[in-house]
């Protein structure tokens, strides 16, 4: 296979990885008690997803000609990466921290980051041929300002007096964590746009 071609068939390896982890973590976080299972499952995909960063990574440092620029195609890499890192800590902090009820808002957005990495994953799938990657990026910002919204009424309400101190410490954690994952598909879609607009 061409180095060149290469690139496009390790980002959508990459992808394959980060989707399923997300599934499996909505999944996790529906059913508390095979998180667990479900959480060893997740850091399966995340040691692939590093095996497949590192290749990808390899590949750049013997390919004189690149499909686009070497510092676009190593911060796409690294900002999938970082994606599927943040869904590997949300279900191990899940875990850790014992949280025995996930919050509405937490499912709620779990499930927009479930339908983030799918814009994604169409986006990337498109890169080759530059066309109609835009959608899916304007997608992903739609759906990382819902996320925005929907952890912002959680924590006002962990605040609001009615929820034990250790719990709404441990929440709110949680949450932000849920956002930060948001905020790096929303990243992610970025660097898409970007390579877009440099390459058309």
């Known amino acids: 296979m061409p180095r060149e071609r290469r690139f496009y ?3 959508d390896e990459q992808m394959t990885s980060i989707v399923a982890a997300a599934q499996l973590l909505r999944d996790g976080l529906h059913d508390l008690p095979s998180l667990a299972e ?11 997803g590093d095996e497949v960063t590192h290749e990808l990574v390899r590949t750049l440092n013997r390919t004189f000609v690149t499909p686009f620029d070497r510092e676009d195609i190593y911060a796409l890499s690294s900002g999938l990466d970082d994606v599927l890192d943040y869904i590997e800590e949300i279900g ?8 025995e009820r996930i919050p509405p808002a937490a499912l709620e957005m779990i499930e927009l980051i479930s339908s ?23 997608e992903v910002h739609r759906l990382e300002n819902l996320g925005d919204t929907a952890s912002r009424h959680a924590i ?8 034990d101190a250790l719990e709404v410490i441990k929440l709110k954690e949680f949450l932000t964590l849920l956002e930060d994952a948001l905020d790096r598909c929303e990243d992610v879609a970025n660097i898409l746009e970007a390579i877009t607009i440099k390459n058309a």
Do not use: N
């Open 9 to 11: 068939q390790l980002f």
């Open 38 to 48: 479900t959480q060893q499952r997740i850091k399966d995909l995340e040691h692939v």
């Open 92 to 99: 191990d902090t899940v875990t850790l921290y014992k949280i």
């Open 116 to 138: 983030a990495v799918l814009e994604l994953q169409k986006g990337v799938s498109k890169l080759e041929g530059l066309k109609g990657v835009e959608e899916h990026g304007i």
């Open 156 to 163: 006002g309400e962990l605040f609001s007096g009615q929820t």
